[in-house]
């Protein structure tokens, strides 16, 4: 069959801003038959059907995927991955004609285990900063790494730690201690291996790659915003806005993280026979011009998917065959000269406890954003509600970075809950 005449009905997994973004752009294709998504949000449903089955739930997702002629498996959430969802159909008769965008269990080890990536880029020769891990046996060794090293001190756990495992402390007395408290427990089993870091003073972005384990192309380039409060102050949340394009990742710096970056993690996955065919994270900070890797994700970042998808023309679910069949090579991947910017509203008291259940107002109202819903859910009478710490990305197209962040900015005006909070700084630190 002609590839351009094919078909997909597509289960993507997740319930996000990612995947709202995800969900927007795949609905767009004119190859699209049917889009469902597990579990979703309140604002998916408008891209598709959404599936009330969790992602890590292989078995069920398997009855679903047979039952409804599922012929791709679109994996937007880390957790699957990690857990082995590749494996699993791969391994299975009935389910292994289904191809599932995403790596190997092995290859999720890249994002599942902070010890694994350091490995892999110290065999690969990958700039990425000097480390050490350790466990409750060799925390004596951690102790001297502090010692050895300057302010602030980097601890990661090693295991997924929902966006929350890393610990940057100025003083040398309370980072041993908050050593202590991870190996104690202080998240859970993904802590129970630390990753101590030199610290990199720099700027970070945010590099997207599509592989089908040969050939890649490289996504938009984004930049995002961790801390709570403006001026990048406070404590880390999973991402408060994000930006694209980045002024500084220009051409050459751009080079740089091709060549040194880019295709020694491809090279390397295809050497170790790293099965790895999807997208691939790369958080990277750019020191003095120079860039270095602070971690790999294993699937599109969020809320970086929300500008990303934006400047990802043509048809990306075409894009997502050439992945899985191994085509990608001779596959059109065009880039919207358009600024893209997006802010996430959040509840108050995120990234702590905060309130679920609020009334959502407005959202009718906006004009000129796309919303990519995060933390929501409609009622059986389809009214609107909070439902978690991230609520909605407000993602607008401008001619410039101010003209996009001005429209994202008008419509979070528009847009009402008890307790709503945003950042009024997105993008303050580029030109």
Excluded at 209 to 226: C, E, H, M, N, R
């Amino acid at each position: 069959m002609d590839r351009s005449m094919k078909e997909y009905t597509v289960l993507l997994l997740g319930s996000g801003g990612r995947e709202s973004a995800l969900a927007w752009k795949l609905s767009q294709s004119p190859r699209l038959k049917k889009l469902y998504i597990a579990p979703g949000n309140g604002g998916t449903l408008q891209y598709g059907t959404n599936v009330g089955m969790s992602p890590l739930d292989f078995e069920v997702i398997k009855k679903f995927v047979l039952d409804n002629g599922i012929n791709m498996v679109v994996v937007g959430n880390e957790d699957s991955l990690v857990a082995g969802i590749y494996d699993y159909f791969a391994g299975d008769a009935s389910l292994n004609g289904v191809p599932v965008v995403g790596p190997s269990k092995e290859g999720a080890q890249l994002e599942g285990s902070k010890d694994f990536a350091k490995e892999f880029m110290a065999r690969h020769g990958i700039p990425t900063a000097e480390h050490l891990s350790v466990d409750a046996s060799t925390i004596e060794d951690g102790f001297r790494f502090f010692e050895n090293h300057k302010p602030p001190y980097v601890l990661k756990a090693d295991g997924l730690a929902a966006g929350k495992g890393v610990l940057i402390i100025p003083e040398l007395d309370e980072a041993k201690e908050q050593l202590r408290a991870m190996l104690g427990g202080m998240f859970g089993a993904s802590s129970s291996k630390v990753v101590l870091e030199q610290f990199l003073s720099g700027i970070e972005c945010s590099v997207f790659v599509l592989t089908d384990g040969s050939a890649y192309k490289i996504l938009p380039v984004a930049k995002d915003y961790k801390r709570i409060g403006e001026g990048d102050t406070g404590p880390n949340t999973g991402g408060m806005g994000a930006v694209s394009p980045v002024s500084f990742a220009d051409a050459g710096f751009m080079q740089k993280v091709e060549e040194r970056i880019i295709k020694p993690t491809i090279d390397g996955l295809k050497q170790e026979n790293i099965t790895y065919r999807g997208f691939i994270f790369f958080g990277l900070i750019n020191v003095g011009g120079e860039p270095y890797v602070i971690e790999y994700n294993v699937r599109m970042g969020d809320p970086e998917t929300e500008v990303v998808m934006l400047r990802t023309g043509g048809d990306l679910l075409d894009l997502l065959e050439g992945v899985v069949t191994g085509t990608l090579a001779g596959r059109n991947l065009e880039i919207d000269p358009r600024y893209a910017t997006t802010v996430m509203i959040v509840s108050s008291g995120y990234p702590g406890s905060y309130a679920k259940g609020k009334v959502i107002t407005g959202t009718d109202a906006v004009d000129g954003s796309i919303l990519f819903h995060a933390g929501t859910r409609r009622t059986d009478d389809g009214e609107l509600l909070t439902s978690g710490g991230r609520v909605i990305a407000v993602s607008s197209y401008g001619s410039s970075k101010d003209e996009a962040l001005a429209k994202s900015y008008a419509n979070i005006s528009k847009i009402e809950f008890e307790g709503k909070n945003f950042r009024r700084d997105i993008g303050f630190d580029l030109k």
